[in-house]
């Protein structure tokens, strides 16, 4: 099994930054593909950012893609998102998700075998 723990959340203002962070913890970190997908109130849960081991390829949905980046320090098993440029419609549950065997491309939940409890993330206008 693997713990997966956010943090980094909070209230902001549209145009501001936020860094969320994921610990893991158990299962060892290494090989494991590491998303961060976010669910609003009302909606189905979307895929935001993955990104692969060891950390050199990532992918982004088109909604996110040049304000987010995702990244990863293998040494420490942290996953980070960090996130520009914050819209309203970036408020969400952001939650960090861990895969063994992952095509990054596709942003599905069912490839990832371990989630986090969430954190919020609140955009105001």
């Known amino acids: 099994q693997m713990q997966l723990v956010e943090s980094g959340g909070g209230s902001v203002q549209a145009g501001d930054s936020l860094r969320l962070s994921c610990a893991a913890s158990?299962?060892?970190?290494?090989?494991?593909?590491m998303a961060w997908f976010r669910q609003a109130p009302g909606k189905d849960r979307e895929f935001a950012a993955a990104?692969?081991?060891?950390?050199?390829?990532?992918y982004y949905a088109d909604s996110v893609k040049g304000r987010f980046t995702i990244s990863r320090d293998n040494a420490k098993n942290m996953v980070y998102l960090q996130m520009n440029g914050l819209k309203p419609d970036d408020t969400a549950v952001y939650y960090c998700?861990?895969?063994?065997?992952?095509?990054?491309?596709?942003?599905?939940?069912?490839?990832?075998?371990?989630w986090g409890q969430g954190t919020q993330v609140t955009v105001s206008s």
């Open positions: 990104i692969k081991w060891p950390g050199i390829i990532t």
């Open positions: 158990g299962r060892t970190f290494r090989a494991y593909a």
């Open positions: 998700a861990a895969g063994g065997v992952v095509d990054v491309t596709q942003g599905s939940t069912f490839d990832y075998d371990y």
